[in-house]
């Protein structure tokens, strides 16, 4: 059984999770269990998702329904002192598939293409076969800051497993989850909290260089750093800012 070693966890970016005796069967099970999830997340319509159409009160093209989400994904929720958001979008994206898998599995052209929402982004370790260069079935925990361009905003910072894997029907995903959703290593600090829930995005292949994209963001967010301003509670919290 291999077990994955970070040394010097309190030095680096993000919260200073003690990653120290995850092994990789049992991030290897972690992975099974949130692709399924996130699968639920980007393709399943109402009750899960409600279209702007059915709520003449929301002003974003969907509405995540979390109480459905516990009850299809069998979770307690959060604890207390976590906010949770979630938003989805999908949108055509003139790169061909893989291409955008190479962007979001390497940190040296994730932050580039995404430099005006993440930065400090690092991997820590890589945890699928080094011969595999394909990305059809690549496993690594990273960590990273997401950010606004305003300082009302505290940032954001987590440390989670990013996997990629092409499904049998040719489509692609990309899965983040943060390692504390699943064994409550975190450490309290004096910094914005972002756990991770199945998030990332489905990839299909439009055959034209271009491909359709769903991104899914859900978190647990706890923002200790400073209060929001009361304006922009409403935008931060629909999941829509990050």
């Known amino acids: ?91 055509i994206i003139c790169l061909s598939p893989i291409v955008i898998i190479q962007i979001l599995m390497d940190v040296e052209q994730w932050m580039p293409v995404f430099c005006s929402m993440v930065i400090n982004a690092q991997i820590l370790e890589v945890l699928s076969p080094r011969e595999e260069v394909s990305y059809k079935e690549q496993k690594q925990i990273m960590s990273a800051e997401f950010v606004l361009s305003t300082p009302k905003v505290p940032a954001r910072e987590a440390q989670f497993i990013r996997y990629s894997h092409q499904q049998l029907d040719g489509s692609w995903i990309i899965v983040d989850v943060s390692v504390d959703e699943w064994w409550k290593f975190q450490r309290r600090t004096t910094r914005s909290i972002c756990q991770k829930r199945p998030s990332g995005c489905l990839i299909r292949d439009m055959q034209n260089g271009s491909s359709m994209v769903t991104w899914v963001e859900n978190v647990g967010i706890q923002e200790k750093d400073k209060e929001l301003h009361p304006k922009l509670i409403p935008f931060v919290e629909s999941g829509f800012t990050f």
């Open 1 to 91: 059984m291999t077990t994955v070693r970070l040394s010097s966890s309190d030095n680096l970016p993000g919260p200073a999770h003690n990653l120290v005796g995850v092994t990789s069967e049992e991030v290897a099970g972690i992975v099974r269990r949130v692709k399924d999830e996130f699968i639920i997340m980007a393709t399943v319509g109402y009750p899960l998702w409600i279209s702007s159409s059915c709520d003449v009160n929301s002003i974003y093209p969907e509405t995540f329904n979390y109480g459905e989400y516990l009850r299809m994904s069998q979770r307690r929720g959060v604890a207390q002192y976590f906010q949770s958001e979630a938003s989805r979008h999908s949108s």
